[in-house]
């Protein structure tokens, strides 16, 4: 009999609103980098039938175009719809202890609010189409299987 391979899936899609304003910068070699936060609310009912509300902080970091396209879009209470990958990182606190977090790679980012655009002297307010406001990141997809391409690339 043959044996079985679990499949190795990483995907997320989250939406959520801003915690504060991003944080935007360049590593060394130049690439743009954006971290933010995302409140994810969740209501349910607990066992006296009441409900209740429970809030999700996640973290989300953006590399290169897609961290670009969040630069001028990205302010705190906006809404957004995330797509990506966990990932894990570890680094040093400054009393030098190790700390690790989870947090999500975004490879497409969908902006929800309305963009307001001064025009003269009124004030147009028009939705973000698909083709303005996605952004996607593909810089990783060159180390996935024909197979995880396949089942990300689905739609």
């Not at 899936?9 to 130049?30: C, F, H, M, Q, Y």
């Amino acid at each position: 009999m043959a044996e079985l391979r679990m499949p190795e899936i990483n995907s997320v899609v989250i939406a959520g609103n801003l915690t504060k304003d991003p944080t935007i910068r360049e590593t060394s070699n130049r690439t743009p980098v954006v971290n933010f936060h995302v409140a994810v609310n969740r209501r349910y009912k607990n066992r006296s039938d009441h409900w209740q509300e429970d809030v999700c902080y996640v973290g989300v970091v953006a590399w290169n175009k897609l961290a670009d396209s969040c630069k001028d879009r990205l302010k705190k209470g906006k809404a957004v719809l995330i797509y990506g990958e966990l990932q894990s990182r570890t680094f040093k606190t400054d009393d030098n202890k190790s700390r690790t977090i989870v947090e999500i790679k975004a490879k497409r980012i969908q902006f929800l609010n309305k963009l307001s655009r001064n025009n003269g002297s009124s004030e147009e307010k028009e939705v973000l189409t698909e083709n303005d406001a996605s952004f996607e990141d593909s810089s990783f997809d060159k180390f996935l299987t024909d197979e995880e391409s396949s089942l990300i690339n689905d739609d």
